[in-house]
């Protein structure tokens, strides 16, 4: 089961402010434990929306929006991926995440399961997918 954590976004992080060496030394110890107990799969931070676009779909119609967006707290500033045996485990390990934000101060942490192929009927498309797959690890 492979879970996504993700950070939410504050008026620094989207200013570009980097964290503090002390959050950066904490999120790494947390990382690296993550590592030891093999289930980190990636992680990394995102930088400001105003290096980032959208694509707005309507219809057959693709518009392109440029960032910055307006709703800091609808925005993600970064992200670990992780795979755990049971969705309790993923739990116990996120209550444990650092605070993003520094501690003592307001922040907050989003956690989904991501799909896995097994959890879609069988299909060519999926299928070809779980080639996909296969020759990216290669």
Same mark, same amino acid.
């Given at each position: ?9 504050? &008026?620094?992080?989207? /200013? ?16 690296? !434990?993550?590592?030891? /107990? ?5 992680? *990394?931070?995102? &930088?400001?929306? *105003?290096?980032? @676009? ?16 307006? !709703? ?13 045996? *049971? ?5 116990? @390990? ?8 520094? !501690?003592?101060?307001? /922040? ?7 799909? !896995? ?5 069988? *299909? ?15």
């Amino acid at each position: 089961m492979r879970f996504m954590i993700m950070v939410r976004a504050t &008026q620094d992080c989207e /200013a570009g402010v980097m964290p503090e060496e002390k959050l950066i030394a904490t999120m790494t110890k947390f990382h690296e !434990e993550l590592a030891a /107990a093999g289930m980190l799969l990636d992680a *990394s931070g995102l &930088q400001p929306s *105003s290096k980032g @676009w959208r694509i707005k779909y309507s219809g057959d119609k693709r518009t392109l929006i440029d960032g910055p967006f307006v !709703e800091t707290k609808e925005l993600i500033a970064g992200y670990t991926l992780i795979q755990a045996n *049971s969705r309790e485990e993923a739990i116990e @390990w996120t209550q444990r995440f650092p605070n993003p934000a520094g !501690e003592g101060n307001e /922040a907050e942490i989003e956690v989904r399961q991501l799909f !896995e192929l097994d959890d879609f009927g069988p *299909s060519e498309a999926i299928e070809r997918f779980r080639e996909l797959e296969a020759e990216a690890k290669m």
